[in-house]
């Protein structure tokens, strides 16, 4: 059971977002597809793996999971794109009443993610996994890391671009 956040001599499966994390906490990342989590963790190909938080009990690995860290960290967004010249052709007042949609559906999704991921903890919970919650320097130096090796990759990736994307952001 981890007491920090440190995975040395772990090995984790991961999806290309998780990578730089699980290298900057000292483990080693393993790509694998999700279809290969369930039978990777019962065999102890993986000793973990890095996934969003709904959808753990859907695939079943609560059977091969004994803990989960309990810090949020990221946030997924989907989201519904249209074309500029498209979007332009549409009459003032129907743009006006799309953007009034997606503000409403922004406000919905967020509670209903949030009655989702509840749903989702209790199946944990009740399938005998375990949260592990960080003191609170831990949980910080955790969430920290997970953004800073995330943007060192970016930056390192995108020199042109990334600073100024970056600064976007903050």
């Known amino acids: 059971k981890l007491t920090k956040p440190d995975f040395s001599g772990m090995k984790i499966r991961v999806s290309p977002v998780y990578v730089e994390l699980v290298k900057a906490l000292g483990g080693t990342p393993i790509i694998l597809s999700p279809s290969e989590i369930h039978s990777a963790m019962e065999r102890g190909v993986v000793d973990g793996y890095g996934w969003s938080y709904g959808g753990i009990s ?3 690995w609560q059977e091969v999971t004994k803990y989960a860290i309990d810090h949020a960290f990221y946030s997924a967004n989907t989201s ?91």
């Open 80 to 170: 519904i794109l249209i074309n500029g010249d498209a979007w332009k052709k549409l009459p003032a007042d129907i743009r006006a009443e799309l953007e009034s949609i997606g503000k409403d559906l922004e406000k919905w999704a967020d509670g209903f993610m949030d009655e989702a991921n509840a749903k989702d903890n209790a199946k944990l919970l009740a399938a005998g996994v375990e949260m592990i919650t960080f003191s609170d320097t831990d949980a910080k130096t955790f969430i920290e890391t997970a953004y800073s090796s995330a943007w060192a990759k970016f930056l390192e990736d995108h020199p042109d671009l990334g600073p100024k994307i970056k600064a976007l952001t903050e």
């Open 58 to 60: 859907d695939f079943g």
